[in-house]
């Protein structure tokens, strides 16, 4: 199985950066990283062009637009249009040259927003988005709907992995990041600067499961041993918290002994997002990396200056 080629698409982000690391660490040899300044996947030739210069024997697509709750609600239209072009152009020009295995990276924000808690691979598409990231959640679910009809129509093997919200390094350490990295900078800049105040977005109520992508790494690497896979799998840590829980965690890492307010005028998003990974588990994977001890892992990594060796 080793003895495959594997094309990582977005090898340069957080989650592509992660999928590499842990390909080289199970063993795997033949990996190829198209660069993203090369191959503009937005257009449909590009991609068939990349993917034909290779032709591996597997894609590992987790190339696409992210940012966190603030970027989503700025950019509606982009991050619809660039997720959706890039998922149906690679998905379609994978089939195209014959590719018969495809691991694409969804999100878990694509499931409707008063789906039944924990949500489960069946509610996907069965309500409307939460509105402040309808774009992306649209353009992720037209990258899981390509992978079920083609799966079925085709016979190829492509699965939709889709995971909860994800944490580590190579994150967006900036406030157009995702929750994690947008608040570490936050605690980060506080102690810095001997702020005694950090502020939450919103009420700090809502309630989200957190993953350190290392973990999902590992996960599509063990999906590379699996031959029954559904062309839907739920992948999620199981430790869901509220953001005020979160961001208690995150003080504690980067020592803001301050306090802690919650900014009520802006908004929420869905009040909760769990996961089911009942299906993950029973192909045998579980996650490894316990929240608070990923969380110390990585502000060590990415904010080496004031973390003190244990």
């Known amino acids: 199985m080793r003895e495959q080629s594997i094309m990582i ?3 340069g982000g957080m989650v592509g950066s992660a999928c590499l ?3 080289q660490r199970d063993g795997w040899t033949r ?8 191959w503009d996947l937005t257009r449909q030739h590009r991609a068939e062009e990349c993917i034909r210069a290779t032709r591996p024997d597997v894609i590992v697509m987790a190339a696409g637009k992210v940012g966190g709750i603030g970027a989503n609600m700025a950019d509606q239209s982009r991050f619809l249009y660039q997720n959706a ?3 149906m152009n690679v998905i379609h020009a994978a089939k195209v040259n014959g590719i018969e295995r495809v691991i694409y990276l969804g999100s878990s924000c694509a499931y409707p927003k008063h789906a039944v808690q924990p949500y489960h691979e069946e509610q996907l598409l069965t ?5 402040t990231n309808a774009g992306y959640a649209l353009a992720k679910c037209l990258g899981a709907e390509m992978c079920r009809h083609y799966s079925e129509q085709y016979g190829v093997r492509y699965t939709c992995l889709m995971p909860c919200n994800l944490y580590g390094p190579g ?3 900036t406030e157009t990041g995702h929750v994690v990295g947008m608040l570490m900078k936050r605690f980060h800049d506080a102690v810095m600067t001997g702020a005694d105040t950090v502020t939450l977005w919103g009420s700090g109520t809502p309630v989200r499961e957190f993953m350190h992508v290392d973990d999902l790494a590992d996960a599509v690497v063990h999906l590379m041993g699996c031959d029954d896979v559904p062309s839907l799998v739920n992948v999620g840590s199981g430790e869901a918290v509220s953001i005020r829980v979160l961001a208690g965690i995150i003080a504690k890492v980067t020592g803001f002994n301050g306090t802690i307010r919650c900014d009520r005028r802006e908004v929420d998003g869905v009040s909760r997002k769990v996961m089911s990974s009942a299906v993950m588990r029973k192909l045998g994977w579980l996650p490894q990396i316990e929240l608070f001890h ?3 892992q990585v502000y060590a990594q990415e904010f080496p200056a004031l973390v003190e060796v244990a």
């Open 31 to 38: 990996i190829v990283t198209p660069q993203r300044h090369l």
């Open 21 to 23: 690391r842990a390909f």
């Open 127 to 131: 309500g409307p988005f939460e509105p």
């Open 9 to 11: 698409l977005g090898a």
């Open 294 to 296: 990923g969380l110390r």
């Open 85 to 87: 072009m890039m998922a």
């Open 171 to 173: 994150d967006n350490y």
